[in-house]
């Protein structure tokens, strides 16, 4: 296929588009985006994600939220309410009442509904339902939970398949030297693929430091849980909040040591599929089951002892040893462990 420029305009749209769609017979189903036929190629490219603009945030400001799941949110509020009285609470009642969890859902993470432009703020301070204010000073934990899970997303099924956007930060010439193609095949360490292939229950690890204080910093690993077009939902797997549900978006990364003439940027989830995990990865982690593939000798100070001491018992422990060279001569599989007497 051939090279076309950014500034072709809707050649280049066209030639992305033919890269990402599959199966299409005609400029209609390039165009063709969950049902909606768009006018120019560019704004099909922009409803599949191939553009970055702030569409996406628009779908997740929280007062978008609110509206959307105000039902959803209510309807325990209301449903209590009517257990202790017979008239129902108003509509601002109700808002007021669904506020008021969110505020001190909020207070524990240090923030307030201020903090989010245009989104409504509790008429009273206090909540008009005795049951309610009871229940918040009995088990903060129990109705937290509750609120939390009304904003529940679709089981996602099958593979979802996640694509980033990969730039050069410097708007130069220097762009045009280097084909869409080129950016998205670099593999660079510490970032994530350009194009991600996930599932359901899935593992994954953390590439980034979010908020060290749940747990959600490098190495942490996880497992999907559902997907959304601008947001995963992943379970943490280790540390004191593991069975923690969180969300994940798209965040803009750049290598902090590279060898590349420009500087390289790329937007994409913080995260890399974990199915298999090397031993400096493994460090801090406490695992069930742990199977030790050593394609060749460990080659560091202590690594196997790192190895091995992962696991909670022996019993759980599988290793397995490829040596091609003592396949004939010694049928035995043996290895070498490192250590440095100087370092202990």
Known sequence: ??????SVSECYY???????????????NLCTVNSILYPIF???????????????WDQLMPERLWKKYFTFLTEDIHY??????????????LSNEALLYLLSILNKHSKCLEDFPNMPLPTNTFSTNLLITEELNYNIHDLTTIVETELSYPEGTGKTILYNANTIEEQTEAE???PVEFLNSLLIGGLPLHKLILKSEAPIILLRNINPSNSLCNRTRLICQTFQKHVIEAEIMTSYHSGNHIFLLRIIMSPSNTELPFTFKCQQFPIQPAFALTINKSQGQTLSYVGLYL??????????????FRVT???HLKVLITN???KITNPISITSNIVYPEVC
């Open 14 to 28: 066209l030639r992305l588009l033919l890269n990402i769609v599959c199966g299409a017979t005609s400029f209609i």
């Open 42 to 56: 560019k704004d099909a490219c922009t409803a599949l994600g191939l553009l970055d603009d702030d569409a996406k």
């Open 176 to 178: 045009h030297l280097y």
């Open 295 to 308: 394609l060749t000798s460990v080659f560091f100070h202590s690594q196997l002892y790192i190895a091995c």
């Open 80 to 93: 209590q309410n009517s257990t202790i009285n017979e008239s129902s609470l108003t509509n601002t009642n």
């Open 313 to 315: 018992s022996h019993k």
């Open 1 to 6: 296929m051939y090279f076309v420029y950014p």
């Open 324 to 326: 091609s060279t003592n």
